[in-house]
């Protein structure tokens, strides 16, 4: 075991490969305790591969991962009594009630008055009303709600959510969210991995951008919006042939043309003087702008960018 007392999550040059393929490449992540940290990228980008491995359920074929200070590869029992896992489909018995299900896992898990627990939780994920009905007669959200109360179970310090709002109305996003953040208040470690963006904005203290099992860049929200230092802006107009003229006409500032059709979107520096140029000239080609709207970099700018970048797009 070694200290950690700030750091929860620490991972040293984590290596995996299938079959001849690398689905990690030295990976190297540090979270800690009680943060929201969260690992983004799309699909096959080895995001699951990361969660198994850190839960012991896959071994890495070099680097190390410690976790609450046990050694993942070397104290995979310790390890697994500090942490909880909530998969990418929620893991409970259809044939059971939510208040069944709860209580099974606190027996399975010789846990100290499991049936009072189990109340407590189901109060807490707000599923008490519906707590004697068969999980069967679930919607989405309400599974969702009972595989993280199951999760929560024994109070593990660090929890890993992979992808855990895939397939959730925006309703039952909201509704999830708000639960990551309170056990995150709580002083609960949370590792969650995500494809979606505007997920990671909201809820991340920190956030890894994983592409082909590399990290390509990692920091708070703010810092890699910075990455992009100039966002854009959007020009309307009454007509699609003065879109046409505009288009043509702003070359140089890279345009495309907005999904909504009536409008182009031209890179920016930010700077009055660009915005004042791009202005006069469509003023003295008689095109006249009915919108102006300056956008700063999004997250998802920032990924699609640094995605492309190592594409080669």
């Known amino acids: 075991m070694v200290d950690s007392k700030e750091t929860v999550v620490a991972v040293r040059d984590l290596q995996k490969s299938y079959k001849g393929q690398e689905v990690l490449k030295n990976i190297n992540l540090s979270v800690k305790k009680g943060s929201i940290f969260a690992l983004l990228g799309s699909n096959g980008a080895g995001k699951t591969t990361t969660i198994r491995i850190l839960s012991t359920l896959l071994k890495a074929d070099k680097g190390s991962a410690f976790i609450n200070g046990f050694n993942v590869s070397k104290e995979p029992e310790e390890v697994r009594g500090v942490i909880s896992l909530t998969g990418q489909y929620a893991a409970v018995d259809e044939g059971l009630s939510g208040r069944e299900n709860l209580r099974m896992i606190g027996k399975l898990r010789h846990l100290p008055e499991a049936n009072k627990k189990a109340d407590e939780l189901l109060e807490r994920v707000d599923l008490l009303d519906a707590a004697d009905k068969r999980v069967a007669t679930y919607s989405g959200g309400m599974r969702r709600r009972l595989d993280l109360a199951m999760s929560l179970l024994g109070n593990p310090p660090v929890i890993f959510l992979d992808e855990p709002t895939t397939g959730l109305d925006p309703q039952s996003r909201l509704s999830l969210w708000q639960m990551i953040k309170e056990l995150s208040a709580a002083g609960t470690t949370v590792f969650l991995t995500t494809q979606y963006l505007e997920e990671a904005d909201h809820l991340a203290d920190h956030i890894a951008i994983l592409n ?5 860049a990692e920091g708070t929200s703010r810092d890699l919006k910075k ?29 495309t043309i907005h999904p909504e059709g009536q409008k182009i979107i031209l890179s920016t520096d930010g700077s009055i003087k660009q915005m004042t140029d791009m202005l006069n000239r469509l003023d003295q080609a ?25 594409e080669g797009a």
Do not use: M, N
């Not at 990455?227 to 046409?244: S, Y």
């Open 212 to 216: 082909k099992g590399e990290i390509v």
């Open 227 to 255: 990455l992009l230092p100039h966002g854009h802006i959007e020009l309307g107009f009454h007509q699609v042939g003065e879109v046409r003229a505009a288009f043509k006409l702003l070359d140089e500032f890279h345009p």
């Open 286 to 310: 008689e095109i006249s702008v009915t919108q102006l709207t300056q956008k700063q970099p999004t997250l998802e700018d920032v990924f699609l960018t640094i995605i492309g970048e190592k």
